[in-house]
């Protein structure tokens, strides 16, 4: 674009324009191998001071995306009732790049984003909420080599109800989801959530340090202590943990009996195992005299 001064009474000379064509992207939406029509594609560049672009599949599932200047970027799919995917494609003006092929997960629960960033191998800072937001304060800290390439990262606000905390349990704040779901990062990330006194009153908290974070396994549908590095960050009031992959988050207390591994309000067999897999997961040795102090036997 260039800019034109225009006098009354006076013809403009010829502009002349000339245009380069752009790169494209093209693919597929699917799940399972069946088509997903309207969903919505767009293309962000990695690099801030280049235009991006969007476009929308077809009932075949085939989208194609246009007018795209040279160079490294981010497609993202987005649709109700399935999870956020993402993927990096290259673009060199004025070829087509083909087989941007994106596979939907059906999610079993809405959510809306509040914030987005893309984050490559580099690292990356990305927060949402905070005061008058009405959404508690959140930032996730992406140190470099977490990611091995670049990818839309989410931080959402869950729209529909999902599965309560068990008895034992008691949430803080709301859930958050944390996306692309699934994501496994090369290196723990850190998450940091801030709380209130209003928050410690409410819950019955005498002390910061009885919080944890909890996640919900979305495969068996538990919620599980998150077993990372924590600190608390008194001054701020913040909860900082380690994490290793994505999914839901939410602050809690546990008011489970000694040996409840599992959170739910008795304890069995299941806990016996659930201490064991946190055991092996630790990468720590256990032998039964152990197990048995660690169940109050």
Known sequence: ATPIQVEPLTSTPVIEIRLKKG????????????PIAGTSLYAFPVAPDMPGSDSISGGDGYYRIEGLPSGKYVVKAVTTGYALQ???????????????????????????????????????????????????EIVLDMPNGSLPEFSLITISELESEIVPMPPGLTGINIPVHL????????????????????????????????LDVFTLNTDTFKWEKVEGVKSIDYMNKRIEIELNHFSIYQLGFSTASAGDFDFDG?????DVVEYIRLVNSSGTNTNLAELAENFGR
Request: aromatic residues 8%.
């Open 23 to 34: 790169g494209a992207i093209e693919g597929y939406v699917s799940e399972g191998g069946m």
């Open 86 to 136: 993402s993927k990096e494609v290259d673009v060199n003006m004025p070829e087509t790049t083909f087989g941007a092929d994106i596979d939907l997960v059906p999610y079993p629960y809405e959510t809306t984003t509040i914030a987005e960033h893309i984050v490559g191998p580099a690292g990356g800072v990305i927060s949402a909420g905070g005061e008058g937001s009405g959404f508690t």
């Open 179 to 210: 996306g692309p779901e699934g994501t496994v990062f090369n290196q723990p990330v850190k998450l940091l959530v801030t709380y209130t006194e209003q928050d410690l009153l409410d819950a019955g908290v005498i002390d910061a340090a009885q």
């Open 266 to 270: 008795d304890v069995d067999g299941e």
